[in-house]
């Protein structure tokens, strides 16, 4: 059994402290082989256009919204646990919710999903450096525990962490990838790779990562032969969801076009 009890996953006191002093965290063996393949039938479904995703909710996060699907190289599938019902309350979900208590308290929940997916020998596949929090609306309690789970071997894009960028003052200055966000979701945040402290998060299938919601973060292209996939939760308290959905903020690429704009140049309110 292990570090997984069921639903719970152990964290260490090590891991944990890495979470608070670099902002990150590595989470060995958080789902089973057998776990990890369940959740990948219905993954693939989805990239496979099986399972339906409306409008913005399926895009292209290397480039802009009105790029050909077969174009795409980043196949980027914003909340899947909405369009597959079936999916809400799985062992990932569970056991991730374990991790966020055991970060940020008892009060954390499911705030969004989202699946990311690298297309084969596609260099151009970069996820731009950035940090969450400059998507989302300013909110009092900005608590959050990011999974990214690992569905595939991840010599081929792996995540790369700014580590210590959440105890920076204030947010860096993110930009609209393409100059407006109706062309594309995608902000960027300059980062020196000489100067800032850049570590990689080479995980196995079925490890994750845990980062906090100012830690800068992106991962580069895809040369390998395979698919590199990957799946996120991102628990945050009731009380910040609730204040998100009150503005009609729900992590949807479709939610209104003024509220995205907000979410990218308001003022961010520091933590009571």
Not at 174 to 186: E, I, N
């Amino acid at each position: 059994m292990g570090r997984r009890d069921g639903d719970e996953y152990r964290m260490t006191n090590d891991e944990i402290a890495r979470f608070r002093a670099d902002g990150w965290a590595h989470l060995p063996g958080l789902l089973s082989a057998d776990e990890v393949r369940e959740i990948e039938h219905v993954y693939s479904r989805f990239l496979a256009r099986e399972i339906p995703v409306a409008g913005r909710d399926f895009c292209d996060m290397s480039s802009d919204y009105a790029k050909p699907l077969e174009e795409f190289a980043i196949v980027n599938i914003m909340l899947p646990r909405r369009y597959f019902p079936g999916w809400q309350d799985n062992v990932y979900e569970r056991r991730a919710a374990s991790v966020a208590a055991q970060l940020c308290g008892a009060d954390m929940e499911l705030d969004y999903d989202q699946l990311v997916a690298k297309r084969p020998r596609h260099e151009d596949a970069v996820f731009h450096w950035h940090q969450d929090l400059a998507y989302w609306p300013a909110t009092r309690d900005t608590r959050t525990a990011s999974l990214w789970l690992a569905l595939a071997t991840l010599a081929n894009g792996c995540m790369r962490f700014v580590s210590g960028s959440h105890r920076e003052a204030e947010l860096r200055p993110h930009r609209p990838m393409l100059g407006d966000r109706d062309k594309s979701h995608t902000l960027v945040a300059d980062v020196d790779e000489a100067r800032d402290r850049i570590q990689p998060a080479e995980i196995r299938r079925g490890d994750a990562t845990v980062h906090h919601e100012r830690t800068i973060h992106g991962s580069g292209g895809n040369s390998t032969g395979g698919w590199r996939r990957a799946y996120i939760v991102a628990y945050r308290s009731r009380a910040t969801i609730d204040e998100e959905r009150a503005r009609g903020f729900t992590h949807s690429h479709n939610d209104a076009l003024s509220v995205l704009r907000e979410v990218g140049k308001s003022a961010r309110v520091e933590e009571s």
